[in-house]
């Protein structure tokens, strides 16, 4: 049962366009959200988080939108930069477990030049 | 940010040995670390939380006499795969909570590819 679900495995864009990564979920009890940033033979790197009582959490290039009513949140990246090519993660926690997260399945950026 | 290590970043072994990997937080006291498990073009999935001085709790289906995790101290934890075989082929990442910040973030080290043979 994948309570996070990534449903585009990829995403191509052009450098300068914006970058939009979708994550839905199903567990009524998330109440914390975080996106990662994964290159090959790496470990995750913490992006952007938003709690559930925001809707809208930015930090420079990164904005992360979420619906609680849809069960939708997204990551939007601009301008996107080649070095943004990678492996994005959103994950959740229902806070109930101290930071236990539940992974999306991912979703890999290329942004050309 | 905060720094994770592993130890080690790859290791190749035969069917039925024992491997060990070493987590460790290097700036940060991290009184709780997490074991993951990455298959390819999967998710990460959580094995295990593992609390200092305490015994690891074991998400379901993970067998905790096959994956044996010690959290001795603030800035260690440890996973031995026991009788490794093909199947436990995989990624293992660990990650380290910080307790500073107040945010439910996790530092995650870079990551120990296990192949056995």
Known sequence: ?113 | GAVVSQHPSRVICKSGTSVKIECRSLDFQATTMFWYRQFPKQSLMLMATSNEGSKATYEQGVEKDKFLINHASLTLSTLTVTSAHPEDSSFYICSAGTPFGGYNEQFFGPGTRLTVL
């Open chain 1, 1 to 113: 049962d994948q309570q996070v679900k990534q449903n585009s495995p990829s995403l191509s864009v052009q450098e300068g366009r914006i970058s939009i990564l979708n994550c839905d979920y199903t567990n009524s009890m998330f109440d914390y959200f975080l996106w990662y940033k994964k290159y090959p033979a790496e470990g995750p790197t913490f992006l952007i988080s938003i709690s559930s009582i925001k809707d809208k959490n930015e930090d420079g290039r990164f904005t992360v939108f979420l619906n609680k009513s849809a069960k939708h949140l997204s990551l939007h990246i601009v301008p996107s930069q080649p070095g943004d090519s990678a492996v994005y993660f959103c994950a959740a926690s229902a806070n109930t477990g101290f930071q236990k997260l539940v992974f999306g399945t991912g979703t890999r950026l290329l942004v050309s030049p």
